[in-house]
Structures are given as C-alpha cells and as structure tokens.
C-alpha cells in the first residue's frame, strides 16, 4: 500500500486527490512539520531532507517527493483513470508544461508572497503588494484565459493538475488576494470543490484554519 504524508491545505492534498481518484490501496497521513518533537514530523524530516511534504512511501518501500513526479507517478499507476495522458504521448509534454506552470511559476510566487507578507510593516506590505501583485496577476491571466475555453486545464477532462492548481489558487484566502478578476477561475474552483473526489478528501482532511 502507498503511503502519503501530508499537510492539510498544502500541495500534498493535491496527492491525496489524485490517490483518490486512482482508486488505489493508500494510506494518507497528517503531519505537522513546525512540531519540533512530534515523531511522525521526525520520520518526515528523516525521509525527506527538504522536509517538505508531500512525501510518498512506496509498497517497497521507496520515498519519492516533489509534486510533479508524485502526482505524475500516481496517474500513471491508473492509466484507466485518465488522469493524465498517456507518457511519450504529445499531450504528455503538453501536461508536463501546464504542471510545470503550476508546480514552478504560480505555487512560489504565491507561497512567497504569503510569507513574506508575515510580520511586514504597512509600508514594507505596500512594497510587496505593489511587486508581487504584478507577478501574481502575470501568472493568473495565464490561467484565466486558458480556461475561457477549457473546462479543466488540459481541456474537456479533469487531470491531477487540477487538483494541485486548485490547492495553489486556495491560498489566495490567506495571502489575501482577489480573484474577483478571474471569473473562470472562480468558477473552475467551484467545479472542482463539487468533485465527488475532492468533497471525500477535504471531509477526511477537516477544516482548514487559515
Ligand atoms: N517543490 C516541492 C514543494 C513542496 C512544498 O512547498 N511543500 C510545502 C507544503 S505546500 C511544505 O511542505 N512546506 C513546509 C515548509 O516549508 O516548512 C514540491 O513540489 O513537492
């Protein structure tokens, strides 16, 4: 059985999705990696030095991490599932670009502007509003665009890239920052949060407290 290690709300959740929809035997474990002398952090911070999640476990035993090959690894133990075109296919390289964006441009841009924003004075918090809304936005019109005509990312059909954009766009509550701009992505968000696979994850997971 595969073993995720997760954090609720972060990219791993994205894993958790993408279990889901596999339809595979797994495990999935919280961690919470700021708790010092929490043992399954310790065993976390052992099997990943980044000590990051999402961290997989494999049935024998191998640790694979970093969400474009995660994510990528588990569609294609469920090739059934279509969850991600077939490898070698030129739709593939297509996926891999869009994940690329995801995993690459849009979740650090975000991410850093969170934390940056912690502890900023007003005038140091106006400086990044000013630098990193513009990197933000680039990367938003992007998607919003893509989606004018696309019901999903890569098109008609729902991709385990979804699932982690979905996870990216969810911190723009706690960076505070406005999708009212971006009417396709909001109603992106709201299509995938009806997600029968989605709604399971998040029921198991709890509540995310911002
Ligand atoms: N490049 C990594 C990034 C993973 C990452 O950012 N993980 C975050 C959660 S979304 C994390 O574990 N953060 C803990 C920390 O930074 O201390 C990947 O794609 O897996």
Redesign the pocket.
């Known amino acids: 059985m595969i073993t995720l290690y997760y ?1 609720r709300g ?3 959740t994205s894993n958790h999705f993408a279990l889901e929809d596999a339809g595979l035997a797994y495990e999935a474990i919280e961690v919470h ?2 708790r010092e002398d929490d043992p399954i952090a310790q065993k976390v911070r052992a099997l990943n030095p ?5 961290v997989l476990v494999l049935e024998d035993g191998d640790v694979l ?4 090959a ?1 994510l990528s690894y588990i569609a294609d133990l469920a090739p059934e599932k279509a969850l991600l075109p077939k490898p070698g296919a030129r739709e593939r390289a297509h996926a891999d670009s869009w994940m690329a964006f995801v ?1 690459s441009d849009l ?1 650090p841009v975000i ?1 850093e502007y969170i934390y940056k924003g912690f502890g900023a004075t007003e005038p140091e918090r106006a400086r990044l509003v000013d630098f990193y809304e513009s990197r933000v936005a680039r990367r938003l019109k992007v998607l919003e665009a893509r989606l004018a005509d696309h019901r999903y990312i890569l098109g008609d059909d729902y991709s385990v890239i979804d699932g982690y954009a979905l996870i990216v766009l969810n911190w723009s509550l706690p960076a505070k920052l406005s999708l009212d701009a971006y009417p396709n992505i909001r109603g992106y968000m709201e299509r995938l949060e009806a997600r029968p696979s989605i709604r399971k994850v998040r029921e198991v997971e709890g509540p995310i407290n911002w």
Do not use: E, G, K, V
Request: proline fraction near 5%.
């Open positions: 954090h972060a990219c791993s990696l700021d980044m000590a990051m999640t999402p991490t970093q969400n474009a995660t995993a979740h991410i």
